[in-house]
């Protein structure tokens, strides 16, 4: 490790304690204000607002150690979401863990990437889609993924440990472990370690 990313981890070791002070002094807040509190912080992207983020999420959900949420990104039904340790969203992403999401340990998540744990129900003809209401269904990011910017993984999916999805893709269904998948739909390109 090195460069930004060694410093941004050693700073963090740095005020852990600080940190930690902190996050228990949130948490003495009512929790509607912790969650109205981080969506005001949302835009912000200097360290002081990454770090506001990341203490709120700890009060808020299963977040774990070293989680980075970027400015801009959109968190939806926060109680439902679950982060590991180690993960990375970057900037413009819009997660919404209506239905479930949980997302693994050592994940990167790159900017403007969408993840939906919901789907509208669209079956009947007769009624409109708007009015045909969604269907929850959770989303598994598992543990050393990395997806790409503008990528997009609808509701139900599981991505497999070590795999990585390409910038763009659209990810409709399970995603094995240890691959690279891409595309519009989202397929299977090679298995990871094997070369250019």
Same mark, same amino acid.
């Not at 996050?23 to 109205?36: I, N």
């Not at 790409?148 to 659209?170: E, F, Q």
């Given at each position: 490790?090195?460069?930004?990313?060694?410093?941004?981890?050693?700073?963090?070791?740095?005020?852990?304690?600080?940190?930690?002070?902190?996050?228990?002094?949130?948490?003495?807040?009512?929790?509607?204000?912790?969650?109205?509190?981080?969506? @005001?912080?949302?835009?912000?992207?200097?360290? !002081?607002?990454?770090?506001?983020?990341?203490?709120?999420?700890?009060?808020?959900?299963?977040?774990?150690?070293?989680?980075?949420?970027?400015?801009?990104?959109?968190?939806?039904?926060?109680?439902?979401?679950? +982060?590991?340790?180690?993960?990375?969203?970057?900037?413009?992403?819009?997660? &919404?863990?209506?239905?479930? +999401?949980?997302?693994?340990?050592?994940?990167?998540?790159?900017?403007?990437?969408?993840?939906?744990? @919901?789907?509208?129900?669209?079956?009947?003809?007769?009624? !409109? =889609?708007?009015?045909?209401?969604?269907?929850?269904?959770?989303?598994?990011?598992?543990?050393?993924?990395?997806?790409?910017?503008?990528?997009?993984?609808?509701?139900?999916?599981?991505?497999? @440990?070590?795999?990585?999805?390409?910038?763009?893709?659209?990810?409709?269904? &399970?995603?094995?472990?240890?691959?690279?998948?891409?595309?519009?739909?989202?397929?299977? =390109?090679?298995?990871?370690? @094997?070369?250019?």
């Amino acid at each position: 490790m090195t460069g930004p990313e060694r410093r941004a981890r050693d700073l963090f070791y740095r005020v852990k304690g600080v940190l930690l002070v902190l996050e228990q002094a949130l948490s003495r807040l009512p929790r509607k204000a912790r969650t109205a509190l981080l969506r @005001t912080v949302r835009p912000g992207d200097t360290v !002081p607002y990454r770090a506001l983020r990341y203490v709120l999420l700890r009060t808020l959900i299963g977040c774990g150690e070293l989680v980075d949420v970027r400015g801009g990104v959109h968190l939806l039904a926060v109680d439902r979401l679950r +982060i590991g340790d180690r993960v990375s969203i970057h900037p413009l992403c819009y997660i &919404d863990a209506t239905g479930g +999401i949980s997302i693994g340990n050592d994940t990167s998540i790159a900017h403007n990437v969408t993840i939906m744990s @919901t789907e509208h129900r669209f079956d009947r003809d007769d009624v !409109p =889609i708007r009015d045909q209401g969604v269907t929850e269904e959770p989303v598994v990011i598992s543990d050393n993924v990395w997806i790409g910017a503008g990528s997009r993984i609808l509701a139900g999916v599981t991505v497999g @440990t070590g795999s990585v999805v390409a910038a763009g893709a659209v990810v409709v269904k &399970d995603v094995p472990p240890g691959v690279i998948v891409g595309g519009v739909p989202a397929r299977v =390109i090679r298995e990871r370690g @094997t070369g250019e």
